[in-house]
């Protein structure tokens, strides 16, 4: 965009950001109108990985591998406003709907920072409860790279 943001209106800016919005669903990056976080981290990490994601109406997982293993994928984007590594809600944890959990953490401007594969058992492990929101939360640290079961593709998704 050669034009500065700062001097639009905010209806213009609102409809600048539709627009971007729909030229990623179009694209096929995104599935839906809503944040692009998500989406676009499915996309990134079903190609990096070579999976093949679910349908949306797929409750539990977001992709599968060529065994069957299911993925259910999370992304982060850190900014100063809101540094939080804390990913989405994680629903129905006991369920075991996964086998592993894909978290990949950006930097402001959407670049990996880093990313991981965790598995189920580790995901039980490191995540708590919230009554509230009924669900289970993870706080995706730097650190978890090098926990026991835990495997770094930082390499294989920022590489996408």
């Known amino acids: 965009m050669t034009e500065n943001l700062e001097s639009l209106p905010l209806a213009d800016l609102l ?24 989406d676009y981290t499915e996309h990134l990490v ?6 093949t994601r679910t349908g949306n109406s797929v409750p539990g997982h977001d992709a599968v ?16 406003q809101n540094p939080s590594t804390q990913l989405s809600a ?6 075991r709907s996964f086998e592993f959990l894909i978290a990949v953490v950006y930097r402001p401007d959407f670049v990996v920072d880093y990313a991981a594969q965790v598995p189920y058992e580790t995901v039980v492990q490191l995540s708590t409860y919230n009554a509230h929101t009924n669900s289970h939360r993870l706080l995706m640290k730097r650190a978890f790279l090098v926990h026991p079961g835990v495997i770094d593709v930082t390499s294989r998704v920022a590489a996408e």
């Open 90 to 95: 994680i629903r129905n944890l006991p369920k």
């Open 15 to 38: 409809k600048s950001y539709c627009n971007v919005l729909n030229e990623l669903r179009r694209r096929g990056i995104t599935r839906s109108s809503n944040n692009p976080v998500a």
């Open 46 to 51: 079903a190609r990096a990985l070579g999976l």
């Open 65 to 80: 591998d060529l065994e069957g293993r299911r993925y259910q994928i999370k992304g982060r984007r850190l900014t100063p």
